[in-house]
């Protein structure tokens, strides 16, 4: 959208609103068709861990807010390559993965989530993207199934945005106008893909998206290395 | 000691079953989806009113 030529403040919050609803009827319908299930009382384990990457997700972005008024400035190329290996790497070892554990159930690690989610936190907050397929593959890693690991990761996303949208209008407040002409056009995709997206993943075999989620991610990899390196 | 998540374990039920049983989801679901369609719809009349 920037290289369309829309202003930050025009693209952020716009997306943040539209990620925080489209996250809630996501996360909603997922528990609906059975990809996962919440529970806030007692907290089960799906809960914890959307809240954990949610948490860490939430430190992600006051630490970019931080590094932006410190004008902390990394070389953006170094950071959008190494987000790109990290990616590309993330997605091999996820094939890797499948053809070496046959098993259904895997072992939980929940250290080795913590781990993840501040990885892609890190990653986040120095502003190098690539979020959503660490924190999947991350959880996938850790012994989520895979089906459960995309209905989580919008439930996490749902609520960092929120706090991004918070943090974006307590900015707002120094005197920022914001702009919300992108929000029907935004809104509209993603709501529609936010009751598509969990009746499919109930539909089609978790085996494809062992395949899939891993493919996804190096694709994305792959694409923002090309972007990198092509002027 | 090795634990394991308790994540995902319907949908590695419903995933044991058929194809034709995974399509096939409860009225109430289908009213939810309708509801939620219905609340797009007000969002959106909303949108072109006040954006």
Request: proline share 20%; hydrophobic share 40%; no cysteine.
């Given at each position: 959208m920037f290289l369309l030529g829309y202003s930050p403040l025009q693209v952020v919050p716009t997306i943040l609103i539209s990620e925080t609803i489209t996250g809630v009827i996501d996360t909603y319908f997922d528990h609906e068709f059975k990809n996962v299930r919440y529970s806030?009382?007692?907290?089960?384990d799906a809960t914890k861990i959307g809240l954990i990457i949610a948490f860490v997700g939430c430190i992600a972005i006051f630490a970019s807010i931080l590094l932006g008024y410190f004008a902390i400035d990394f070389p953006d190329i170094v950071i959008k390559t190494y987000v790109a290996v990290l990616v590309i790497f993330m997605g091999i070892s996820g094939f890797i993965r499948v053809k070496l554990r046959k098993m259904e159930f895997s072992n939980a690690n929940p250290k080795l989530l913590i781990g993840f989610s501040a990885l892609a936190g890190f990653n986040k907050g120095i502003g190098g993207g690539g979020y959503g397929p660490v924190i999947t593959m991350g959880q996938i890693f850790s012994g989520v199934y895979e089906k459960s690991a995309t209905a989580i990761v919008s439930f996490s996303e749902s609520i960092v945005s929120f706090v991004g949208i918070l943090t974006f209008f307590l900015i707002s407040f120094a005197g920022v106008n914001v702009d919300l002409i992108l929000l029907p056009s935004l809104f509209s995709g993603g709501f529609l893909a936010a009751l598509a997206s969990p009746y499919l993943v109930r539909v089609i075999p978790n085996k494809f998206w062992k395949i899939f989620i891993p493919a996804y991610a190096f694709g994305i990899g792959i694409f923002s290395f090309v972007k990198i390196f092509t002027p | 000691m090795s634990i394991s998540w308790e994540v995902g374990k319907e949908a590695q039920e419903l995933d044991k079953k058929p194809i034709k049983e995974r399509m096939k989801v409860e009225w109430r679901s289908i009213k939810r989806v309708g509801y939620a369609l219905i609340c797009y719809s007000i969002t959106m009349v909303l949108f072109y009113f006040f954006l």
């Open positions: 806030f009382r007692p907290l089960n | -």
